[in-house]
T-cell receptor
Framework: DTGVSQDPRHKITKRGQNVTFRCDPI?????LYWYRQTLGQGPEFLTY????????KSRLLSDRFSAERPKGSFSTLEIQRTEQGDSAMYLC?????????????FGSGTQLSVL | AQKITQTQPGMFVQEKEAVTLDCTYD???????LFWYKQPSSGEMIFLIY??????QNATEGRYSLNFQKARKSANLVISASQLGDSAMYFC?????????????FGDGTTLTVKP
């Protein structure tokens, strides 16, 4: 069990650039979640996948955000035309559908700074 | 309306004493799960304890227990015998729905500081 892995740990970009983050869940986990967290706040749900299917996407998520999980394993989150308001920690979590409490296992996150 | 409310932005406790972190929730779904997670300064969120809406007994996990009062819609976390390593941010979360329920909704957290 190697845990949930996120890459990169930190990303600094200029406003208007596109960025892509990667998440590798725990290998047998079929559910994968993306959350965004700003300082002093709790994680805010963005989207989640069950295997390769994207089952829910937050209504708060603009169309500049897109996520994929092409083979039901790793996932990518892309932000196009970044804005300063996108600066946050982006957290990935995974779980096993149907597990007794289906707790989330989190990665260490990707800290995005948009200048 | 906020689904998860944590009214204590910060709490202090003396080492070896017990502390209660408050959480209230709002849902009309009869089936839901309540979670507490710990986030140390290093950033990685760690699961602590779970309570299902149909569970008759309060959940316990080592030094952690959950004071579940369903009628009041509260799910307070009790940490007994606090240790310096308990200093962290603590989040209450809820997942609504049954077995196939999806996302978890988080509160804004409580920062706990354990004093030596």
């Amino acid at each position: 069990d190697t845990g949930v892995s996120q890459d990169p740990r930190h990303k600094i970009t200029k406003r208007g650039q596109n960025v892509t983050f990667r998440c590798d869940p725990i290998s047998e986990h079929n559910r994968l979640y993306w959350y965004r967290q700003t300082l002093g706040q709790g994680p805010e749900f963005l989207t989640y996948f069950q295997n390769e299917a994207q089952l829910e996407k937050s209504r708060l998520l603009s169309d500049r955000f897109s996520a994929e999980r092409p083979k039901g394993s790793f996932s990518t989150l892309e932000i196009q035309r970044t804005e300063q308001g996108d600066s946050a920690m982006y957290l990935c979590a995974s779980s096993i559908l149907g597990a007794p409490n289906e707790k989330l296992f989190f990665g260490s996150g990707t800290q995005l700074s948009v200048l | 309306a906020q689904k998860i409310t944590q009214t204590q932005p910060g709490m202090f406790v003396q080492e070896k004493e017990a502390v209660t972190l408050d959480c209230t929730y709002d849902t009309s779904d009869p089936s839901y799960g309540l979670f507490w997670y710990k986030q140390p300064s290093s950033g990685e969120m760690i699961f602590l304890i779970y309570q299902g809406s149909y569970d008759q007994q309060n959940a316990t996990e080592g030094r952690y227990s959950l004071n579940f009062q369903k009628a009041r819609k509260s799910a307070n976390l009790v940490i007994s015998a606090s240790q310096l390593g308990d200093s962290a941010m603590y989040f209450c979360a809820m997942r609504e729905g049954g077995t196939n329920a999806g996302k978890s909704t988080f509160g804004d957290g409580t920062t706990l500081t354990v004093k030596p």
